[in-house]
C-alpha cells in the first residue's frame, strides 16, 4: 500500500509533479499544470485498476477524500495525446478534472482526516493512457466488462 502524506506535506511534493494542492476546513482545491489532469474512476472499476498498477509497478500520486461514498483522484499526464483515451474513460464513467477542481470535504469527527495524498514519494507520473489500458483489462476480467 503507498503511504499517504499529511495535508501539510503535499504542496511542496506536489509542486515537482506540477500540480498545487490546497484545502480549508471543508473545502480542497487542486491546480492541474499543462498536461496533467486528474481521473477519477467509478468505484466499481478503482479498486480493479489500483491492483493493475500495483501490478505493473505503475504508481503515482493521488488524492483520495473520504465520506460515505469516497472519492479517489489519480494524477496523470499525456492528456493532449489521449483524445481516444479520454472519451474512452468518459464512456466507462470516469470524469476527468483539468485546469483547477473544487471538492467539498466530508465532516470527520475525532482525529482522522478528511483527505489525504498518497503515491507523492514516487518518480513518476503515469499517462492517461496506461489508466484507459487498465480499465479496459479490468472491464475484460471481471462482471463489469460484460454489460
Avoid at 109 to 122: D, E, F, H, N, T
Amino acid at each position: 500500500m503507498t503511504p499517504t502524506a499529511s495535508p501539510a506535506e503535499p504542496a511542496t511534493t506536489a509542486d515537482r509533479f506540477d500540480w498545487s494542492i490546497g484545502h480549508a476546513d471543508d473545502t480542497i482545491v487542486v491546480t492541474f499544470g499543462a498536461e496533467r489532469a486528474g481521473i477519477e474512476l467509478p468505484a466499481s472499476l478503482r479498486i480493479g485498476v489500483e491492483l493493475f498498477f500495483q501490478d505493473n509497478g505503475l504508481s503515482g500520486p493521488t488524492i483520495a477524500i473520504g465520506g460515505p461514498v469516497g472519492r479517489h483522484i489519480r494524477l496523470v499526464t499525456g492528456i493532449s495525446k489521449a483524445d481516444r483515451a479520454i472519451e474512452y474513460l468518459q464512456h466507462c464513467g470516469a470524469v476527468l478534472h483539468v485546469g483547477r477542481a473544487v471538492w467539498h470535504l466530508p465532516h470527520v469527527s475525532g482525529p482522522g482526516l478528511a483527505w489525504s495524498a498518497g503515491g507523492v514519494q514516487g518518480h513518476r507520473i503515469p499517462p492517461l493512457v496506461a489508466v484507459a489500458a487498465a480499465v479496459r483489462a479490468v472491464r475484460l476480467c471481471t462482471p463489469v466488462g460484460l454489460e
